[in-house]
């Protein structure tokens, strides 16, 4: 069955970077669409960062667009975040998701499978 699991959240100061891990079993990341989702209380999930494409292609949300890198290794069966010159406003719980059909947008209720979240804090 498909399974992803996060990791790498953490608490970081305004400007720093993380790396997130997604970490696939049951599949092959290059097959799905696979991407990155966050969400803060009281406000829906939002996609930051995806595959639209098998060939590679992606995709990411105007918020961060130059700062936020999504990559895969596909040996590894892992996809990453990179995400450089954090802000406040990025602190939210990071998910992966993945899903079977590739889109040009990213929907959170599209996607079929999930991996528990990894809390992000950006301290100012």
């Known amino acids: 069955d498909v399974q992803l699991q996060a990791s790498g959240g953490g608490l970081v100061q305004t400007g720093g970077s993380l790396r997130l891990s997604c970490l696939g079993s049951?599949?092959?990341?290059?097959?799905?669409?696979i991407g990155w989702l966050r969400q803060v209380p009281g406000k829906a999930r939002e996609g930051v960062a995806w595959?639209?494409?098998?060939?590679?292609?992606?995709e990411y949300a105007d918020f961060v667009r130059g700062r936020f890198t999504i990559s895969r290794d596909n040996f590894k069966n892992t996809v990453f975040l990179q995400m450089n010159s954090l802000k406040p406003e990025d602190t939210a719980v990071y998910y992966c998701?993945?899903?079977?059909?590739?889109?040009?947008?990213?929907?959170?209720?599209?996607?079929?499978?999930w991996g528990k979240g990894t809390q992000v804090t950006v301290s100012s």
């Open positions: 595959y639209t494409r098998r060939d590679g292609s992606t």
């Open positions: 049951g599949f092959s990341v290059d097959d799905y669409a």
């Open positions: 998701a993945a899903d079977a059909q590739f889109r040009m947008t990213m929907k959170s209720d599209a996607m079929a499978y």
